[in-house]
């Protein structure tokens, strides 16, 4: 009994360090939205406009780093905690055997590290995972330029009111997208833009969870940045992984099940 206690304190303990360890990760790898986001007043003498599209820069240059941090929660064991070892060694013996869906970005001899995977799965995900935020930040600025239009003009309140629910759902879809990126490594950019807000709309119940873990991620880094940064970024994107993750699993399945 007391040895399946101390195994059990060890490997939540092993989680907990991981988390901790993926939130200075990424306090690095999303640098420029953490500078912007941290830093708001610095930036206030701009118009709302041109702020409104540094911050949406910011936004598409640093989402590469949370396509990286998918694969840490789709692979990572220590970021999979209560998963059986033999259910896990098979599912990733069948992800090796497949040729669309990505092989595990975590290897067996690296069960209990976080660093070097991570920025392994960076490189790897970098280029298609910035091409397709490029995609989802285009209509992004579009639509926060539109916003910033319409609460300008008299009457503009509806107009603002759904062009920002419009801009939630657009970063939603992106996460979406972001994800197929990490489970679809030879998917084309346009089925992926696609495919972002076809299923997010298709799932929109998981949707409207994501939209709600992203506003308390963003008002805690507004007014309490550096105890996001330090110690909530990796939980809150392990939420908002799994509220994707539920919206893009029946695709996954059923590549696997056609393949396999």
């Known amino acids: ?14 989680s907990i360090i991981a988390f901790l360890i993926l939130d ?17 007043d610095s ?18 240059v640093s989402t590469p780093a949370l396509a990286a941090a998918f694969a840490a929660y789709r692979d990572a064991p220590t970021m999979r905690y209560g998963e059986d070892e033999n259910v896990r060694f098979r599912r990733n013996r069948t992800l090796e055997s497949l040729e669309t869906v990505s092989h595990p970005y975590w290897s067996a001899a ?20 910035l091409a397709t935020s490029l995609m989802f930040g285009a209509i992004l600025a579009i639509l926060v330029e539109a916003a910033c239009l319409a609460v300008s003009t008299t009457g503009g309140t509806v107009a603002t009111a759904a062009l920002l629910a419009l801009c939630a759902f657009t970063i939603v879809a992106h996460m979406v997208a972001l994800n197929l990126v990490v489970e679809f490594p030879k998917a084309h950019y346009p089925a992926m833009l696609r495919n972002g807000f076809a ?7 998981f949707t409207l969870l994501a939209i709600g873990v992203l506003a308390v991620y963003a008002g805690v880094m507004l007014y309490w940045p550096w105890f996001m940064l330090l110690f909530g970024t990796g939980l809150t994107f392990f939420f908002l992984y799994h509220c994707v993750e539920h919206i893009t699993r029946h695709v996954v399945e059923q590549m696997i099940a056609e393949e396999s």
């Open 1 to 14: 009994m007391f040895v399946r206690i101390a195994q059990g304190f060890n490997a939540i303990s092993r």
């Open 24 to 40: 200075v990760i990424l306090v690095t790898t999303m640098l420029p939205w953490n500078v912007v986001i941290m830093f708001t």
């Open 43 to 60: 930036f206030s003498g701009l118009p709302i406009p041109l702020l409104a599209l540094v911050a949406v820069a910011a936004y598409t």
């Open 110 to 129: 690296e069960e209990h590290r976080t660093v070097l995977p991570y920025l392994r799965a960076y490189t790897r995900l970098f280029p298609r995972s």
């Open 199 to 205: 299923l997010a709309a298709a799932k929109w119940p």
